[in-house]
């Protein structure tokens, strides 16, 4: 009787430890206002709480690094954010970052441990998340970014959403690595999108997207199909210096200012079927496994083109098929 008296003892003292250690201690939301201060935010991280918020505007910079002590034992410093966030139709009245440094070149970046979703939000100002970490879902489905955004070397190791949000301002996604599925769908970019040495290694799909600026995909490593079918391109677009093992999928696209496909590996084939092509457009220098699809494209008035030293390997040479 005794050593079933102590082991209950042992098993619920165990069961309180845990309980106090636990990352994440209940949900914080506030259902009393409608504006938000982000540095309660900062305080609900801080003591654990998953956030939850609806229909709130959250004023002030709303900056993760914030909800970890800061080590200058070291260059980089990291917040580890082990609640989720869900956060849907709220609006940001200032920056929200994931990213800073200081003067002395130490550098703070933000580890999102569970999942994070912006659902229907706004952000008034700029975004940055900068080298940030997502290890659950990201999602930013019908988002309205106002200011630039940068996800510069950010890791997206599940399933990343943009879908049918709009980035009024430039976006950024240089040395991002996209490990799951990832969705721009129907998705608006207002200005230029940069995506140089960016790595899909998962589907990835841009179908249906309107690029009204500078759009460049150059250095890419694709291990998976990108999808760009029925996209707009109303600026020059910039395909270049990349290897897609997965596939280019461009068909019924429109570009409007000029293409540029140059010095490209692609494993599997490039599809560019029912293509509109309009101004100057480049095509050189890449190498192909099997021929390319450029069946029923159209030219608008502006159209020209310069094509060379395009080959199938293993074949030496490519025919002309524009």
């Not at 079933?4 to 209940?26: D, K, Q, R």
């Not at 929200?96 to 952000?123: M, W």
């Not at 692609?266 to 390319?292: C, H, W």
Request: charged fraction near 20%.
């Amino acid at each position: 009787m005794k050593k079933l008296y102590f082991a209950l003892v042992i098993m619920v003292t165990a069961m309180i430890a845990a309980s106090c250690n636990a990352p994440n201690s209940g949900y914080a939301n506030d259902n009393k206002d409608s504006v938000i201060k982000a540095e309660k935010i900062i305080k609900w991280l801080k003591s654990g709480k998953n956030v939850v918020l609806k229909n709130k505007t959250i004023t002030g910079l709303l900056d993760f690094t914030k909800a970890y002590p800061v080590n200058k034992n070291i260059q980089v410093s990291s917040a580890y954010i082990n609640t989720e966030l869900n956060f849907i139709n709220c609006v940001f009245e200032d920056s929200v970052s994931a990213f800073g440094s200081d003067n002395e070149g130490l550098n703070y970046v933000t580890i999102f441990e569970r999942n994070v979703c912006f659902l229907n939000c706004e952000f008034a100002k700029g975004v940055n998340f900068k080298q940030s970490d997502f290890r659950g879902r990201a999602n930013f489905d019908q988002c309205h970014f106002r200011g630039a955004v940068s996800f510069d070397g950010t890791n997206f190791r599940t399933g990343t959403s943009f879908c049918s949000s709009n980035f009024h301002g430039e976006v950024s996604f240089v040395s991002a690595v996209f490990n799951g599925r990832t969705n721009f769908l129907k998705t608006f970019f207002r200005e230029s999108l940069v995506c140089q040495f960016a790595k899909f290694n998962d589907y990835t799909m841009f179908a249906d997207s309107y690029f009204y600026g500078y759009t460049e995909f150059s250095k890419v490593f694709a291990s998976s199909s990108i999808d760009f079918t029925n996209a707009k391109f109303l600026d020059r677009s910039l395909f270049t210096n990349s290897m897609y093992i997965g596939g280019l999928k461009i068909n019924k696209c429109e570009f409007h200012k000029g293409l540029s496909i140059v010095d490209n590996i692609f494993i599997r084939t490039l599809e560019m079927y029912k293509a509109q092509l309009d101004g100057s457009i480049l095509y050189k220098n890449n190498s192909f496994v099997s021929e390319p699809n450029f069946s029923e494209i159209q030219h608008g008035d502006n159209y020209t083109i310069e094509t060379s030293n395009n080959t199938i390997i293993q074949q030496l040479t490519l025919k002309s098929i524009l």
